[in-house]
């Protein structure tokens, strides 16, 4: 039966380690969380230092940053308890010590939550044979032990020791690379370098897409595909930056939808369980497979029941509001610009945004006052004027329904708040 090393040199069976005693996980998890604690930012005194006190042979050695994580599919790192997590991996992480700082062959940096990071020192001999040598073999020692595949980073290899801090780094960033290559062993030394990609493409992709699912056109997949790997070119290489970024594409998107078919509005506990279940995911395969999947089932949704005309009609009306909202709008204007009665053109528009004309005018200019209140030193009257109200007091009082003060008071609050912030 398989092993597992523990802390201070216990063993046991997996069984018996998942039943273990709940205060030896506390202790050991604490023990962990301490060594987590320890500062980060390393210079490159700090990293010679570890070295010489590791009391290792300078002369005729290449170092190789390396950098440990352990590989657990979501649904069962999810269903363990954090405790248990973060004692498993630093019963492996103890391991991966054992096996090069008992043979000297490296020196731990870092354990922390993620991973685990050290420097390998090798003979120049073992320069071709680094990665068979030395990784492999401890992905299969961890393997037989544990039951548990490993990542590893593999950072560039140098032969002096004024470029240790370069080699972690590289290590560091290799293994970081996992999220996007879904690759066990990521070198350094062969990784391609990233398109860069302006986040304006992103954006227009982003608008391509909803007129694309407004337009009910056939490739709106395929263009929901074209964001995702827009977001992958922008944040390759940041594991958190692009799950973030997902979630705020699939908000973003949310957000213009929800317009297209407000009784369909259930799917949006859906769509927020979707993006809890993002973060969870190792590889950028698996968010983009979860994201599109989430696609396949809304978009069907969106559509029922929603007449393709009138979803131009309204789609049309809101952009001439955007760009007329400090003029004198009436119902009655945007019901000739659509050749359908007062009466008829009021009750499609709330039907189709969930709001009535004045409503929806209202929050457009407010949203503009907004942003002249905290943007520029335009007087309250200038505002007002600026964003269609010929009438200040009832500018002021529309601003303070909205935001639950006076624009004068506004702007006041926020002036000292980013003051204070400085």
């Given at each position: 039966m398989n092993t597992i090393v523990?802390?201070?040199?216990?063993?046991g069976n997996i069984s018996e380690?998942?039943?273990?005693?709940?205060?030896?996980?506390?202790?050991?998890?604490?023990n962990f969380i301490e060594i987590n604690a320890e500062e980060d930012n390393y210079s490159e005194q700090d990293l010679y230092e570890i070295f010489v006190n590791?009391?290792?042979?300078?002369?005729?050695?290449?170092?190789?940053?390396?950098c440990y994580g352990v590989l657990l599919e979501p649904e069962k790192a999810r269903n363990m308890s954090y405790e248990k997590y973060l004692f498993l991996k630093f019963s492996i992480y103890k391991k991966i010590k054992e096996i090069f700082c008992l043979s000297k062959t490296g020196?731990?940096?870092?354990?922390?939550?993620?991973?685990?990071?050290?420097?390998?020192?090798?003979?120049?001999?073992?320069?071709?044979?680094?990665?068979?040598?030395?990784v492999v073999k401890s992905k299969q020692a961890i393997r037989n032990d544990y039951g548990v595949e490993?990542?590893?980073?593999?950072?560039?290899?140098?032969?002096?020791?004024s470029q240790l801090l370069r080699t972690y780094e590289s290590a560091k960033y290799a293994y970081d690379l996992y999220f996007f290559e879904e690759k066990d062993i990521m070198e350094f030394s062969k990784i391609k370098k990233a398109e860069n990609l302006s986040f304006d493409v992103y954006e227009e992709l982003l608008e391509e897409l909803y007129n694309s699912i407004?337009?009910?056109?056939?490739?709106?997949?395929?263009?929901?595909?074209?964001?995702?790997?827009?977001?992958?070119?922008?944040?390759?290489?940041?594991?958190?930056?692009?799950i973030n970024r997902c979630i705020m594409f699939v908000g973003e998107l949310g957000k213009k939808l929800k317009d297209l078919n407000p009784q369909a509005a259930n799917w949006r506990i859906k769509q927020e369980e979707k993006q809890e279940e993002l973060r969870y995911q190792t590889s950028?395969?698996?968010?983009?497979?979860?994201?599109?999947?989430?696609?396949?089932?809304?978009?069907?949704?969106?559509?029922?029941?929603?007449?393709?005309?009138?979803?131009?009609e309204i789609i049309q009306i809101k952009e001439y509001i955007?760009?007329?909202?400090?003029?004198?709008?009436?119902?009655?204007?945007?019901?000739?610009l659509t050749y359908v009665s007062r009466s008829y053109f009021s009750t499609a528009f709330k039907n189709a945004t969930g709001k009535n004309f004045k409503t929806y005018l209202t929050e457009v200019r407010m949203e503009e006052a907004l942003k002249l209140v905290l943007r520029t030193n335009m007087k309250t009257y200038e505002i007002a004027e600026a964003v269609g109200y010929h009438n200040v007091r009832f500018f002021v009082d529309a601003f303070k329904n909205t935001h639950k003060m006076s624009p004068l008071e506004y702007r006041k609050l926020h002036c000292v708040e980013a003051m204070q912030k400085k």
């Amino acid at each position: 039966m398989n092993t597992i090393v523990l802390v201070d040199g216990d063993t046991g069976n997996i069984s018996e380690f998942y039943n273990s005693d709940k205060i030896l996980l506390q202790q050991h998890s604490q023990n962990f969380i301490e060594i987590n604690a320890e500062e980060d930012n390393y210079s490159e005194q700090d990293l010679y230092e570890i070295f010489v006190n590791s009391g290792m042979e300078f002369t005729g050695k290449l170092y190789v940053g390396l950098c440990y994580g352990v590989l657990l599919e979501p649904e069962k790192a999810r269903n363990m308890s954090y405790e248990k997590y973060l004692f498993l991996k630093f019963s492996i992480y103890k391991k991966i010590k054992e096996i090069f700082c008992l043979s000297k062959t490296g020196f731990v940096v870092k354990k922390e939550d993620s991973c685990c990071s050290l420097i390998a020192v090798i003979p120049e001999a073992d320069r071709d044979y680094f990665i068979e040598k030395y990784v492999v073999k401890s992905k299969q020692a961890i393997r037989n032990d544990y039951g548990v595949e490993l990542q590893v980073g593999v950072g560039e290899m140098i032969g002096n020791t004024s470029q240790l801090l370069r080699t972690y780094e590289s290590a560091k960033y290799a293994y970081d690379l996992y999220f996007f290559e879904e690759k066990d062993i990521m070198e350094f030394s062969k990784i391609k370098k990233a398109e860069n990609l302006s986040f304006d493409v992103y954006e227009e992709l982003l608008e391509e897409l909803y007129n694309s699912i407004v337009g009910k056109d056939k490739e709106v997949y395929h263009k929901i595909e074209s964001v995702l790997n827009a977001i992958e070119y922008i944040h390759y290489g940041n594991k958190n930056a692009a799950i973030n970024r997902c979630i705020m594409f699939v908000g973003e998107l949310g957000k213009k939808l929800k317009d297209l078919n407000p009784q369909a509005a259930n799917w949006r506990i859906k769509q927020e369980e979707k993006q809890e279940e993002l973060r969870y995911q190792t590889s950028y395969r698996a968010v983009k497979d979860i994201i599109i999947e989430f696609y396949h089932y809304l978009i069907p949704v969106i559509y029922h029941n929603v007449d393709q005309g009138s979803v131009y009609e309204i789609i049309q009306i809101k952009e001439y509001i955007q760009k007329n909202y400090m003029q004198d709008i009436s119902l009655k204007e945007l019901a000739d610009l659509t050749y359908v009665s007062r009466s008829y053109f009021s009750t499609a528009f709330k039907n189709a945004t969930g709001k009535n004309f004045k409503t929806y005018l209202t929050e457009v200019r407010m949203e503009e006052a907004l942003k002249l209140v905290l943007r520029t030193n335009m007087k309250t009257y200038e505002i007002a004027e600026a964003v269609g109200y010929h009438n200040v007091r009832f500018f002021v009082d529309a601003f303070k329904n909205t935001h639950k003060m006076s624009p004068l008071e506004y702007r006041k609050l926020h002036c000292v708040e980013a003051m204070q912030k400085k």
